[in-house]
């Protein structure tokens, strides 16, 4: 069962365009991430939402622009992208934010390549 | 700084065997916590097992195991009776007293022979 789901898997846009990547988990978590997995780097963090309060913005350009309508969902809003934010954007919520023991669930990604 | 190194960018086993994977970690925290994960090709992260930095014995989940040293500062996770879909990309993971983010390594890349 997969308790963080994404959509789109993959996306193909161009630097103009503007999309966004939906996130939504049915696990009750209080707290939701941005992670972007490049080739050959670790993950990096972008974004941090406790109980639909942004907590972190890890220096991300603002092309990237996240929201979180409620616990459950996360959005994050692209438009004008570089072709070096080709990556693999994953999203993922854990029960609460602090808690040290707290794994973190993830979902599958979105693939996302811009030409 | 690199919070978490893992030196072996890729590795292969014979299927049934064991593995380690080796994890170091930087941190002058006395409380934190250890996570490893798996990436298979489809993309998810899915959670292996955790380790607490005050547990006392080695955390042990099914066949996956962590082999945790706290003086040398390493975590290594060994995955005993491989299987074909063991392969994968696997991320040691920390997380820091105060600290609600993952810090991840670069990952180690198995891959499991029939």
């Known amino acids: 069962e997969t308790g963080v789901t994404q959509t789109p898997r993959h996306l193909v846009m161009g630097m103009t365009n503007k999309k966004s990547l939906k996130c939504e988990q049915h696990?009750?978590?209080?707290?939701m991430y941005w992670y972007k997995q490049s080739a050959k780097k670790p993950l990096e963090l972008m974004f941090v939402?406790?109980?639909?309060?942004?907590?972190e913005n890890n220096s991300v350009p603002s092309r990237f622009s996240p929201e979180c309508p409620n616990s459950s969902h996360l959005f994050l809003h692209l438009h004008t992208l570089q072709p070096e934010d080709s990556a693999l954007y994953l999203c993922?919520?854990?029960?609460?934010?602090?808690?040290?023991?707290?794994?973190?669930?993830f979902g599958q990604g979105t693939r996302l390549t811009v030409v | 700084a690199q919070k978490i190194t893992q030196t072996q960018p890729g590795m292969f086993v014979q299927e049934k065997e064991a593995v380690t994977l080796d994890c170091t970690y930087d941190?002058?925290?006395?409380?934190?916590?250890l996570f490893w994960y798996k990436q298979p090709s489809s993309g998810e992260m899915i959670f292996l097992i955790y380790?607490?930095?005050?547990?006392?014995q080695n955390a042990t989940e099914g066949r996956y195991s962590l082999n945790f040293q706290k003086a040398r500062k390493s975590a290594n996770l060994v995955i005993s009776a491989s299987q074909l879909g063991d392969s994968a990309m696997y991320f040691c993971a920390m997380r820091e007293p105060n600290d609600y983010k993952l810090s991840f390594g670069a990952g180690t890349t198995v891959t499991v022979r029939a």
């Open positions: 696990l009750g978590h209080n707290a």
């Open positions: 941190t002058s925290d006395q409380s934190y916590g």
């Open positions: 993922a919520s854990s029960q609460e934010l602090y808690r040290g023991a707290t794994e973190a669930f």
């Open positions: 939402y406790s109980l639909e309060e942004r907590v």
């Open positions: 380790q607490g930095s005050y547990d006392e």
